[in-house]
DNA sequence: CTGTTAGCGCATTCAC
DNA sequence: GTGAATGCGCTAACAG
């Protein structure tokens, strides 16, 4: 049904391997040739087949990304910067959506047979030693878009410094008293994050710095999402003391701390300040202060240093560090004075 | 380097076709030499090539999705459905994301070259009558969701009816001086967007069965998002006479219309009520009134549809309408007494 | 510059 | 039940 470029051949009166070199623009073809060949093409509505063409070549012209809860906002902001990378150099994108440590493991695994894409991208997630190794045996190009693993490329933040940004920025203000709410260990471990475990010791960190001790009853740890979060803050502000600002690993989580603050009819920032992380959308109606890094961009650097793998040439840092700002919005000011 | 089906017939001491029977289930294997070969494959870690499968039987396993805005949260959580619905049957998800027009007609027309993939689902975009017979005639499996188009096969909702719907609730609130704030004309033409269209069509046609004359200063379009939702309802808001209620085309219109509120130091529910469509996760957040549909049900169907079209057997209906129903929370009240 | 050839790895006929 | 043979549509390496 379809034509095929051996009827493009015999109706240009030209030899298959031509019709070839036209559509891979090779220079070595005449311009009358070129010109023959592409009218036949244009006749036949000739439209060369990508699986056959993938098969010969090896190359699929195709990414796989590994992204774990995609719907979250920051996710899906990576997401749209690989996607416009990927677009613009003519890659598709397959999506692996995580939810699910079944599903990263599997995941993790299937990109080794480097069939379906010429490479992966992973979110996110930083792959255990032995994923590293059957990664690196394979032969599988991969880069890594929001965490680090030993010999692995990518392109990240300084997580730690940004929890210590945020937390000094509290400090700054007068706070002495601030609770972190972050990412359960067990999702933690099960998926293998790291951002809100560095999240929490930049926290420890910028506590040291100022010679405050932390308390161990300050820091809690729930399920991603404002849900518990949520939950969790409100522990916190029930506390015999409780603290006058929490800093939370994500914006998201950063909600649920507001909620429970409207919960207990607490004014944020006059009874409690906030600070989130990552600096999604909805930050800025929330008027939320946080710590803004680039998440579109981390998706743009991550392909162009996925494809720079895939030409031959390696980037010359393995592990390339974005920068973060602070971006101070309306939920932080200075504690009330006791 | 991989081992291919040979290797693993020569391993095993059988004919290649043999290997392949056994990697595709067929029952015409005697028990001992299906063992024969799964040893065989397991020892040579064996994986067959996904690319020569597709390339010999025709199928990719693969599915594209065309979506615009893939930020938006209605559309991801559409993708979620999507992408869990079809990792439950074996199938990969490329996307696409249209942010142009440019890109729209591209991606419309690319995927009738059904090669990469054996189907596609197209979410929100209606595709034009030369599309749809283009799409028709390379015979490429598609399904629509949140759009309906003559002869294809989708999901959506009666958008027309979920303007009446939230309108209605105004109404019934006492509001009679109601305005909407959509997405600008320019905006639905290019994409050809029916959403916005319809969910105003439903609020002429509440107000209409409330024999309310509609005014047309009180319908304002802009562009889809926070910002220019918020300069059109303070524009609305600054008329001098202004509506006492907004219905806004999606929630995160409905955002900008909250912030206009704020600038303008309105209260809601008190000086103005808001409604929204979609809700998307914040809204909750926000207690903003809303239109609920069911985004991961509609990418979910989605993908059911095109399977069955895929395997042959179309579904009954050529356009399946999933309910929705009203959402209300904080955000409406009865107008002020004049 | 151009035509010809040999596979890429597998599914799918066929004979046996 | 099983093995051998053909071809999917194209790229790449080779002669010319």
Redesign the pocket.
Known sequence: M?A???DVARRA??????V??V??NSP???P???KRVLDAIAELR?S??QI??S???GKTLTVSVIAPFFTRPSVVERLRGIESALHANGYSLVVFNVETAARRDTCLHDISRHDRSDGALIISLTPREDEILALREAGTAVAMVDTAAEGMYGVRIDDIFGGEVAVRHLLDLGHRRIGFVGDSDEEVRSFNFSSSRDRHAGYLRALAAAGVAPRAEYARYGAHGRYDARVLARNLLQLPEPPTAIFAASDTQAMGVLEAARDLKLRVSGDLSVVGFDDIDVAEYLGLTTVQQPLFTSGKRGVEILLSLLAGDPPALQSEVLPIALVVRATTAPPRPT
Chains 1, 2 share one sequence.
């Open positions: 379809a095929t470029i051996r009166g030209v030899g298959l391997g031509t070839s070199r559509l891979n070595l073809v005449s009358v040739t070129r000739y060369p087949s056959a063409r098969f010969a070549s």
